[in-house]
Nanobody
């Protein structure tokens, strides 16, 4: 079983940058695709970005394209670099792991393991 923990959230001014990290343990992390989702107050959780298990492909929500970059290292960490942050980017950001048989992408049902989330606040 994979255990994921997010970090890096905080308060940032609009237009600023923030990097979120997701550390995974347990299981065969290198074979899991990873995704980032977020949930703003009063809204449903939404997809932000995903990276295939081998790092060879990435996929972004339209709201994240051109501003966010998802990456993974050779260890057990997945990062989400967020630039040009806007007020609507605020929320709790969740990291999730998708096992090899579940595929990857924007559908949260494919992700079996979720972290507790890290809060991002964007001030104007």
């Amino acid at each position: 079983q994979v255990h994921v923990v997010e970090s890096g959230g905080g308060l940032v001014q609009a237009g600023g940058s923030l990097t979120l990290s997701c550390a995974a343990s347990g299981g065969m992390f290198s074979s899991y695709s990873m995704g980032w989702f977020r949930q703003a107050p009063g809204k449903e959780r939404e997809f932000v970005a995903a990276i295939r298990w081998d790092g060879g492909r990435t996929y972004y929500a339209d709201s994240a394209k051109g501003r966010f970059t998802i990456s993974r290292d050779n260890g057990n960490t997945v990062n989400l670099q967020m630039n040009s942050l806007k007020g609507e980017d605020a929320g709790i950001y969740y990291c999730a792991a998708s096992p090899p048989t579940a595929g990857w992408g924007k559908f949260d049902a494919r992700y079996s393991y979720w972290g507790q989330g890290t809060r991002v606040t964007v001030s104007s």
